[in-house]
C-alpha cells in the first residue's frame, strides 16, 4: 500500500478500514483481556428479553393489516 498522503482513494479507504477493524477487535478482545471489565447490569435478564430488545431496537413492531 502507498503511503496515507498522494495513495489515491482505493487506498486511503483500504487503510481506514484496516484502521478502524484492527481497532475494533483491540478494543473487543485485547482490552478486556488486560483490563478487567465489570458489568453494569444489576440482575440477570429473562429468557428471551436479548432478542426481544434486538428486534425492538429495529423499530416499531408492525401489525398485519
Known amino acids: 500500500m502507498s503511503p496515507l498522503h498522494g ?3 482505493k487506498v486511503a ?4 478500514c484496516a484502521f478502524y477493524y484492527i481497532s475494533a477487535v ?5 482490552v478486556p ?3 478487567p ?11 428471551g428479553s436479548v432478542a ?3 428486534l425492538y431496537s429495529l423499530g416499531e413492531p408492525r401489525t398485519p393489516t
Open 7 to 9: 495513495g489515491g482513494f
Open 13 to 16: 479507504y483500504a487503510q481506514l
Open 26 to 30: 483491540l478494543l473487543h478482545h485485547v
Open 33 to 35: 483481556a488486560l483490563v
Open 37 to 47: 471489565v465489570k458489568s453494569v447490569q444489576q440482575e440477570q435478564r429473562s429468557r
Open 52 to 54: 426481544r430488545d434486538a
